[in-house]
T-cell receptor, first 113, second 113 residues
Framework: DAGVTQSPTHLIKTRGQHVTLRCSPI?????VSWYQQVLGQGPQFIFQ???????GRGNFPDRFSARQFPNYSSELNVNALLLGDSALYLC????????????FGNGTRLTVT | DAKTTQPPSMDCAEGRAANLPCNHS???????VYWYRQIHSQGPQYIIH???NNETNEMASLIITEDRKSSTLILPHATLRDTAVYYC??????????????FGGGTRLMVKP
């Protein structure tokens, strides 16, 4: 079975631009979470969606938004990009929002210049 | 979620057991201990989790002390491919808890020939 897939794998944007990152969960998984990993640090939680509803939100500004589609895939949107948004953006899926282990994709490397 | 403390780095000889410690002295009764690892340029990979009993799977063993204030992840026969950052995370496990994992700095395990 395919794991969590993310696209694109790499992306370069300019300050002030907008970016959309995409994630397809493991087949049968209904929960998707997004994490940001700045170089040298552990991943930081951004959002979680389950059954197309937001179930959790981390300490990120309103420039960050996300949604989940009927097929359980998800998009993460970031507006008005800042240099500090440069990071690896990870998507993870699980069966349920609770105890199930998270399965991560290999991320999208975003560079903001 | 309870905070965890891990050594920043460890070395292990190839073929030997790697024992990675984690302190979680403020863990609550309903919090599980999870271990993930992140190999360079990849997303975190789920390894194992447990509540209070020792657990074993095809990847590793998890030993949790009786008071649950610390645990050890054991890779029985480390290989060069086990070189990674290992994260110990404690997490409330119920369907309302969401998928917010709090990653610390982890332990950078270097397996040497």
């Amino acid at each position: 079975d395919a794991g969590v897939t993310q696209s694109p794998t790499h992306l370069i944007k300019t300050r002030g631009q907008h970016v959309t990152l995409r994630c397809s969960p493991i087949s049968g998984h209904k929960s998707v979470s997004w994490y940001q990993q700045v170089l040298g640090q552990g991943p930081q939680f951004i959002f979680q969606y389950y059954e197309k509803e937001e179930r959790g939100r981390g300490n990120f500004p309103d420039r960050f938004s996300a949604r989940q589609f009927p097929n359980y895939s998800s998009e993460l949107n970031v507006n008005a990009l800042l240099l500090g948004d440069s990071a690896l953006y990870l998507c993870a899926s699980s069966n349920t929002p609770g105890n199930s282990p998270l399965h991560f994709g290999n991320g999208t490397r975003l560079t903001v210049t | 979620d309870a905070k965890t403390t891990q050594p920043p780095s460890m070395d292990c000889a190839e073929g030997r057991a790697a024992n990675l410690p984690c302190n979680h002295s403020t863990i609550s009764g309903n919090e599980y201990v999870y271990w993930y690892r992140q190999i360079h340029s990849q997303g975190p990979q789920y390894i194992i989790h447990g509540l209070k009993n020792n657990e074993t799977n095809e990847m590793a063993s998890l030993i949790i002390t009786e008071d649950r204030k610390s645990s050890t992840l054991i890779l029985p026969h480390a290989t060069l491919r086990d070189t990674a950052v290992y994260y110990c995370i404690v997490r409330v496990a119920n369907n309302n808890a969401g998928n917010m994992l709090t990653f610390g700095g982890g332990t950078r395990l270097m397996v040497k020939p």
